[in-house]
Nanobody, 114 residues
């Protein structure tokens, strides 16, 4: 089973930046589409961005132009650079593969103050 560990969250003011990282165990990481999701209090988990094994990316409309997803297959890591953060970006952020997720990690909390 693949183990996912997210890190890099924190408290930031609106307009600031954070970089999230996700480390995955297992040798099958490189062949999977990897994604970042987020879950705000009282809301369902939502897809934020994903990246294919070859580097093709997708972003939700809410983050397009502000967030950048990247991966390093040699290191089994996927990152999310978040710029121009807004209070509505406040959530717990999770990485996982799509469309069939592995067991979810603990996530990393991002809090954006206004």
């Amino acid at each position: 089973q693949v183990r996912l560990v997210e890190s890099g969250g924190g408290l930031v003011q609106a307009g600031g930046s954070l970089r999230l990282s996700c480390a995955a165990s297992g040798s099958i990481f490189s062949i999977n589409v990897m994604a970042w999701h987020r879950q705000a209090p009282g809301k369902q988990r939502e897809l934020v961005a994903h990246i294919s094994s070859g580097g093709a990316t997708y972003y939700s409309d809410s983050v397009k132009g502000r967030f950048t997803i990247a991966r390093d297959n040699a290191k089994n890591t996927v990152s999310l650079q978040m710029n121009s953060l807004k209070p509505e970006d406040t959530a717990v952020y999770y990485c996982n593969r799509v469309p069939i997720p592995w067991a979810w990690g603990q996530g990393t909390q991002v809090t954006v103050s206004s």
